[in-house]
C-alpha cells in the first residue's frame, strides 16, 4: 500500500541543521522526491542545500542548532528554520485511536494538537489496536531481547532516523524484527521512539 498526496496539497519533512550544516539532506530529499504528487517539478538537493543556506542566514542560525522543514507543494518549496534545542531527559507517548494510520509520508500542515516538545501521540488503529507509529517519530520496542518496530507496509513513514537505527542493529548483530505491534504487547515494555531530531530516546505512556 503506498498512500499518494492529492495535487493540490503539501508534504514536508523536517532535519537537523548543526551550525549550518543539513543533516542527512540526501535521504531527506529521496524520500520528499518520493512523496510528491507527479505533477510536481522534482527537488534537486543542490538548490534545496542553498535555500536552506539562505534561510539559516537570514534566521541568524548559523553558530547553531536549527529545526529545518522542508514543504513542497505545487507551488514550490518553502523553507522555515527556527532554534532547536534538545533541553529534556524524558519522553513521553499519548495513546491517541485513530481510524487510519498517517501513511508513508508527512502531509502539510502538521498537527501537533498541542503534545509538548517531549512528547508525541502514540497512533492507535481504533478497530485492531494495532500501533503504528507516533505523530513525528518512530516507535521501538523491547521484546524478549529484541527491538521490534513496525514494517514498512505503506502504513508507517519510512524515517530517516528509522533506517539508521536499523542498520545500526545490523552492524551490532543486535536482534531486530519488523512487524506489526499490538498496543496490548507494549505495555510494560521498553519503548523507544526517533526522528530526525531526537535520535533515539526511551519513551515512556502516559494514560
Not at 503504528?132 to 520496542?141: C, D, L, R, S, Y
Not at 498496543?183 to 535520535?199: C, Q, R, T
Request: with cysteine; charged share 25%.
Amino acid at each position: 500500500m503506498h498512500t499518494s498526496v492529492a495535487e493540490h496539497s503539501a508534504v514536508f519533512t523536517t532535519l537537523l541543521v548543526r551550525y549550518g550544516t543539513p543533516h542527512y539532506l540526501k535521504r531527506h530529499i529521496a524520500r520528499l522526491n518520493t512523496s510528491q504528487h507527479p505533477a510536481w517539478k522534482a527537488l534537486s538537493e543542490q538548490t534545496i542545500r542553498k535555500m536552506i543556506e539562505l534561510e539559516v542566514r537570514k534566521a541568524l542560525l548559523t553558530e547553531t542548532i536549527a529545526r529545518v522543514r522542508i514543504i513542497s507543494s505545487a507551488d514550490g518549496i518553502t523553507i522555515n528554520a527556527e532554534r532547536y534545542s534538545r533541553d529534556f531527559d524524558s519522553f513521553i507517548l499519548i495513546p491517541y485511536e485513530v481510524d487510519a494510520p498517517l501513511g508513508n509520508l508527512k502531509r502539510w500542515p502538521f498537527v501537533n494538537l498541542g503534545i509538548p516538545e517531549n512528547g508525541d501521540l502514540l497512533l492507535v488503529d481504533s478497530a485492531t489496536g494495532r500501533i503504528f507509529e507516533g505523530n513525528k517519530t518512530t516507535v521501538f520496542v523491547e521484546i524478549d531481547g529484541v527491538l521490534v518496530t513496525p514494517p514498512l507496509d505503506g502504513s508507517i513513514l519510512p524515517g530517516v532516523m528509522r533506517e539508521n537505527i536499523i542498520k545500526m542493529c545490523k552492524k551490532l548483530h543486535f536482534p531486530l524484527q519488523e512487524r506489526a505491534l499490538s498496543f496490548n504487547e507494549i505495555i510494560h515494555k521498553k519503548i523507544y521512539v526517533s526522528n530526525a531530531l531526537i535520535g533515539l530516546q526511551r519513551a515512556e505512556l502516559q494514560f
